[in-house]
């Protein structure tokens, strides 16, 4: 198994290379992990920047000692997937999330479409902004990724259109095939960019919508036979851009 990642904020160490994880992250080693001198871990900052490093002790129940040697870059990988995702009922946000977090997209936007049941508005969209980041940073952790996912701030169908129209393909999942859309499976795909992908409510995305989407230059799509939850759909589809543009090779 690779070894447990980390969030820090900085990666100041000392002139030996001694850095002392403190605070929930270091309880979370020390009392949760029981990390012991000899282990590998990792630590980042979720942005690509990490650090691979050696446990040299513990100091009570919140503060591992480490050996930091050097700090790294991951680079970016490419085609950029980004994930539009109407926002569910309950709790299944969040289950979006960690899944296409632990599949490997690089971003996410929540979208209120226009048959969402669930919809975010004041203080109550604010806390659910925040699980979904949070989320994503856990999911992140426990992936092993160094770059996390960016969760947007949440999007109108406006705003979603806009940015479909800067993508260098925009893909709008939609069971309706009677309308003409293509197999998902086999699009042509861009071999760098941004792959922009749209996953409507539990109601579907209306019409009015897929008209703007397709007006902005997005294209509509089907994954198979059947019809997946909004909280599956966009792992599912994610999952074979990730394989087909040879990112998981």
């Given amino acids: 198994m690779t070894a447990p990642v ?14 002392v994880l403190d605070g929930p992250e270091g309880r979370h ?9 000899g282990e590998d871990v990792v630590l ?3 942005a690509g920047r990490y650090a691979e490093c050696v446990v040299l002790d513990t100091e009570g129940k919140d503060r591992l000692v480490v050996r930091m040697d050097s700090v790294t870059e991951e680079p970016a990988q490419e085609p950029r997937i980004t994930v539009v995702q109407a926002l569910p009922k309950g709790d299944r946000g969040e289950l979006a999330v960690e899944t296409m977090t632990e599949t490997g997209v690089d971003a996410i936007v929540p979208w209120a479409a226009s048959r969402c049941i669930t919809q975010w508005k004041g203080d109550r969209g604010a806390k ?3 699980k979904w980041r949070a989320t994503a940073r856990e999911a992140g952790k426990q992936s092993r990724r160094v ?10 169908t406006k705003q979603v259109a806009a ?3 800067k993508a260098d393909l925009a893909a709008v999942l939609h069971e309706d095939t ?4 293509e197999p998902f499976a086999t699009a042509d795909l861009p071999a760098d960019g941004e792959i922009v992908l749209v996953v409507g409510p539990e109601g579907g995305i209306s019409p009015e919508e897929v008209e703007l989407f397709t007006g902005a230059g997005a294209r509509t799509f089907h994954l198979g036979r059947t019809v997946l939850r909004t909280s599956t759909a966009g792992t599912v589809a ?5 394989a087909r543009t040879g990112r998981w090779s």
């Fill in 238 to 242: 994610a999952a074979l851009l990730l």
């Fill in 128 to 130: 659910s902004l925040a």
């Fill in 163 to 165: 940015l479909l129209a």
């Fill in 29 to 37: 080693a020390v009392s949760v992990k029981r990390l012991r001198p």
């Fill in 147 to 156: 770059r996390f996912p960016d969760v947007a701030d949440a999007m109108t």
């Fill in 178 to 181: 009677e309308l003409g859309t």
């Fill in 6 to 19: 980390f969030v820090v904020e900085h990666f100041d160490a000392g002139g030996d290379g001694r850095y």
């Fill in 44 to 46: 980042t900052d979720g």
